[in-house]
């Protein structure tokens, strides 16, 4: 990762900025979780171009939420009078949450175009002879599908790199090097398709109850839920140098960290995309539920789904 301004020269310059797991190791995690057909699989994970990197380029780059950033905190224990708060910090993560329940949503609501009131798929609508544009526009329903869960699955996976939640560990614990929590499964305040059912109130609060005292992300100078951007993060659990583990040569990658943050992030993704397609059974029961998932792991779905 580069220092900011450094990031902000590369948002300009490079079509890739990295900004969470860089987009080679998104398309590794997300190549890894899906069992899906070559072409739909690449729309999805390529390292440029796939959907599940799309947050990183244009202005989505600078909203913190979509990155999993800014809720930091550390305990008493670990830092005496820390700038910010234990509910600040579950804010953001929450917000984070909040941008892939309402991205699940939508893609459960464009799945209704993949297939007609029969169940027979769309051959238009599931096309991908030219590549989706992710411009949030409806157009052909499967890359809208695909857009929706793609932007929605990037900051699940940048938790798991961009916070302490699987790291482990050693010397003297504080800002400069928070404790890991060492957890080996997945988060399950992370649990979009079930949130996605519930009133925002509820699974908030339910979310928040399951978030450990001495959870933290990293500051990083972007925008958070409150339209803040801090000009630094002195005093505060850095992204840049201290939590990321984008890298495998980042500094928190050792100790197997970063081998952990990818693995958890894999498993994840295997989950949400489990939960989608239980909602969307549950949202389209019978055949047209069981067409639209046919529709998106295959590449030509007007030709082989039933
Ligand atoms: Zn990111």
Known sequence: MPACAVAAATVLTAPAPAHAFTGGHH????????????RTLTEMADARRGAV??????????????????ADYLTPRHAAGYPRTRDEATTELLACIRSSVTRF???????????DAEGRVSARDTDLGTPCPWNERPGRAKCHVLEQLGRG?????????????????????????????????????????????????????EAAALVPEDLSTG??????????????????VRHNGTLAKDTPAARRSGNGNFHRATGLAAQDTARQWEDFQAALRAAYPGRRGEQMICALVHDRPAAVCP
């Not at 997300?30 to 070559?38: F, G, Q, Y």
């Not at 699940?156 to 504080?174: E, P």
């Not at 957890?183 to 925002?200: C, E, H, K, N, Q």
């Not at 500051?219 to 505060?236: H, I, K, L, N």
Request: with cysteine; glycine share 8%; aromatic share 10%.
């Open 105 to 115: 949503r939508a893609a459960v609501r464009a799945s209704d175009g993949l297939v």
């Open 53 to 70: 990197n799309a947050n990183d380029h244009g202005d989505y780059f600078r909203l913190g939420i979509l990155h999993c950033d800014n």
């Open 219 to 236: 500051c990083y100078p972007d925008f958070d839920s409150t339209g803040v951007r801090p000009v630094g993060c002195d005093g505060r």
């Open 153 to 205: 699955w990037h900051q699940i996976q940048d938790f798991y790199s961009h916070s302490n939640w699987s790291d482990r560990t050693t010397g003297t614990l504080g800002v400069t090097n928070p404790p890991g929590l060492a957890r080996t499964s997945i988060a399950p305040f992370l649990a979009v398709g079930r949130y996605s059912t519930m009133a925002d109130a509820d699974w908030t609060k």
């Open 27 to 38: 398309e590794t995690i997300t190549r890894s979780a899906l069992p899906w057909e070559p």
